[in-house]
């Protein structure tokens, strides 16, 4: 019902940027929460942020004043641009998409990001 691809991953050296985006597609009308997760190797996965309605935001406190979440007017496509990027934020992040009455949830296929330096 919903499909989610995620692109924008790649190598950057600390301190640069990164934007991520993930297009819906399917029943988009209905998904009322983006997030975005992340899994490095022999951690387990947290939620990094999310965005509910278009507008209301949270973000884990390690990457709060460097990452932001957001949508498009039409909720179709996710982004997280990512500044003044950490060793530590390298991982493989990953898209989830939420819908109004609904219990599934919807999860893209993952790009990696590494942070050298």
């Known amino acids: 019902q919903v499909q989610l691809v995620e692109s924008g991953g790649g190598l950057v050296q600390a301190g640069g940027s990164l934007r991520l985006s993930c297009t819906a597609s399917?029943?988009?009308?209905?998904?009322?929460?983006f997030g975005w997760f992340r899994q490095a190797p022999g951690k387990q996965r947290e939620l990094v942020a999310s965005?509910?309605?278009?507008?209301?935001?949270t973000y884990v406190d390690s990457v709060k004043g460097r990452f932001t979440i957001s949508t498009d007017d039409a909720k179709k496509t996710v982004y997280l641009q990512m500044n003044s990027l950490k060793p530590e934020d390298t991982a493989v992040y990953y898209c989830?998409?939420?819908?109004?009455?609904?219990?599934?949830?919807?999860w893209g296929q993952g790009t990696q990001v590494t942070v050298s330096s």
């Open positions: 989830n998409a939420k819908r109004l009455f609904r219990l599934n949830e919807y």
């Open positions: 399917g029943v988009t009308t209905s998904i009322t929460t």
């Open positions: 965005i509910s309605n278009g507008y209301i935001t």
